[in-house]
C-alpha cells in the first residue's frame, strides 16, 4: 500500500493485486479518498498462468501498464542452511518462477512505452545468514534474475531493477509476528519504514540509475 500510496500520488493510477481480497475494500477505499483512481484483483501466483490472466485484467480495466511492482511472498522452509535437502531447495526454488511469469506477462507492453518493472527481495541474496535455510536461494535468485533482465533490457529503454531489503517493515505481517513473539524487545533499530522504502521504488522508476537498489539496517 505504501508503494500505491507514492505512485498514487504522483499520478498514477493503481492496479493492486494479492493472494486474499479480504483487505481489497480498504485498501480501494482508501485509495480513492486520495483522489487516486485504484482497483484490486484476486490472484494466486502460485497456479500456473493464474499471474498472465491477471496482468491481462489489469490491462482490460486500465488499458495500459507503465509500471510494474512485484512484491508477492510464498511460504519457504527456515533452518539452517546445513540441514537444506534437495526436496526443499527445489520446493523453494519454484517460488521464483511466478516472478519469471509476472515479468514475461508485462514486458511486451513496458517495452512499447520504455516502462518499468521493479522486484524486491531479501539481504539473504548478499548477506550470508545461514539460519534462513533455503530462503536465501531465492532471494539470491530474485536477485539474479533482476539484475540480469536490467542488464538486457536497459539498452532498449525499459528499467528492471531490485529493492535489496535488510530490517523488519513496520507495519507487515511479518513485524507484527515478531512482536507478538517478543513483546519487549526494542526493534528500532531494524525497523524500515514502509512509506520510505516506497520512496526507493519510486526514485528507483525515475532516475533508472541502478538495477538495484539495498536498504540494510541488520548487517
Avoid: C, K
Amino acid at each position: 500500500m505504501a508503494v500505491a500510496r507514492a505512485f498514487g500520488r504522483r499520478g498514477y493510477r493503481v492496479a493492486l493485486a494479492s493472494r486474499s481480497a479480504d483487505r481489497h475494500p480498504g485498501y480501494v477505499e482508501e485509495l480513492q479518498g486520495l483522489g487516486v483512481d485504484a482497483a484490486a484483483f484476486r490472484v494466486d501466483v502460485s497456479v500456473p498462468g493464474a499471474v498472465a490472466d491477471l496482468v491481462a485484467r489489469v490491462r482490460e480495466r486500465f488499458g495500459r501498464i507503465d509500471v510494474a511492482y512485484y512484491g508477492a511472498a510464498a511460504p519457504v522452509g527456515m533452518g539452517p542452511i546445513t540441514e537444506l535437502r534437495p526436496d526443499g531447495a527445489a520446493a523453494a526454488l519454484a517460488t521464483v518462477a511466478p516472478a519469471v511469469e509476472f515479468a514475461g506477462a508485462v514486458l511486451p507492453e513496458l517495452r512499447v512505452h520504455g516502462g518499468a518493472v521493479v522486484f524486491v527481495g531479501g539481504l539473504s541474496a548478499t548477506v550470508p545468514m545461514p539460519d534462513v535455510g533455503a530462503l536465501a536461494l531465492v532471494a539470491a535468485a530474485y536477485r539474479a534474475y533482476a539484475l540480469n533482465l536490467h542488464a538486457a533490457l536497459r539498452p532498449e529503454g525499459v528499467y528492471a531493477g531490485t529493492l535489496t531489503v535488510g530490517g523488519m517493515i513496520d507495519g507487515g505481517d511479518l513485524a507484527a509476528a515478531t512482536r507478538a513473539n517478543a513483546p519487549d524487545a526494542d526493534l528500532a533499530a531494524i525497523t524500515l519504514r514502509p512509506d520510505e522504502l516506497a520512496e526507493r521504488v519510486w526514485r528507483m522508476t525515475d532516475d533508472r540509475a541502478n538495477g538495484e537498489v539495498v536498504v540494510d539496517v541488520i548487517s
